[in-house]
């Protein structure tokens, strides 16, 4: 499966974007989505992820409150609303797939290319 995030760019803190992840070639109902970010000087961190079916979503304790996963199949693609952001979520974003969720960036098989989400103070 190919994947292409975007939605990212420059905002203010207390603003929100809505980041997308659309899927093209196998099935994608059949993978978990998570996303995940990279601010600079630091490791890759989870941030969501959510079920093949979209029953389950899972955040990390930064996101909780703030950011929304969501998917829809139909359209193969999967969405993460933030709100609230503050400048130390700027980072760039990645959404990665795999046939069940995870937290560890190293057990996902897919990857996006990564779109970057600036929140200026």
């Known amino acids: 499966v190919q994947l292409q995030a975007s939605g990212g760019g420059l905002v203010q803190a207390g603003g929100s974007l809505r980041l997308s992840c659309a899927a093209s070639?196998?099935?994608?109902?059949?993978?978990?989505v998570g996303w995940f970010r990279r601010a600079p000087g630091k490791e890759r961190e989870f941030v969501a992820a959510?079920?093949?079916?979209?029953?389950?979503?899972y955040s990390a304790d930064s996101a909780k409150g703030r950011f929304t996963i969501s998917r829809d199949n139909a359209k193969n693609t999967v969405y993460l609303l933030m709100n609230s952001l503050k400048p130390e979520d700027t980072a760039v974003y990645y959404c990665?797939?795999?046939?069940?969720?995870?937290?560890?960036?190293?057990?996902?098989?897919?990857w996006g290319q990564g779109t970057l989400v600036t929140v200026s103070s």
């Open positions: 070639g196998r099935s994608f109902s059949n993978y978990a």
């Open positions: 959510i079920t093949r079916s979209g029953e389950r979503t």
């Open positions: 990665a797939a795999n046939p069940d969720v995870r937290y560890s960036a190293y057990e996902y098989d897919y």
